[in-house]
């Protein structure tokens, strides 16, 4: 089965959804957060219906205010 959707993090962002059934063309179609936040991801996964994002307080690369996972249905 073919994915057609990308869940990025990257430092502040911390979570964006992006449409990859284009490949030339992905494309932002959601987002969690500001992606200037303060509070840093520093990693995610998914399973079947949820996506865990990472936390940390970090100072550098980005300016993270928090620490911990959160746990959100997709």
Do not use: C, H, N
Request: cysteine-free; charged content about 25%.
């Amino acid at each position: 089965m073919k994915r057609k959707r990308a869940y990025l993090s990257a430092g502040g962002s911390e979570l964006q959804i992006v449409d990859v059934s284009t490949p030339a063309r992905p494309r932002p179609v959601a987002q969690y957060r500001d992606p200037k936040g303060k509070v840093g991801v520093w990693g995610l996964t998914l399973d079947a219906d949820r996506v865990y994002l990472a936390y940390v307080t970090a100072v550098i690369p980005f300016a993270g205010t928090w620490a911990g996972v959160k746990a959100m249905g997709r």
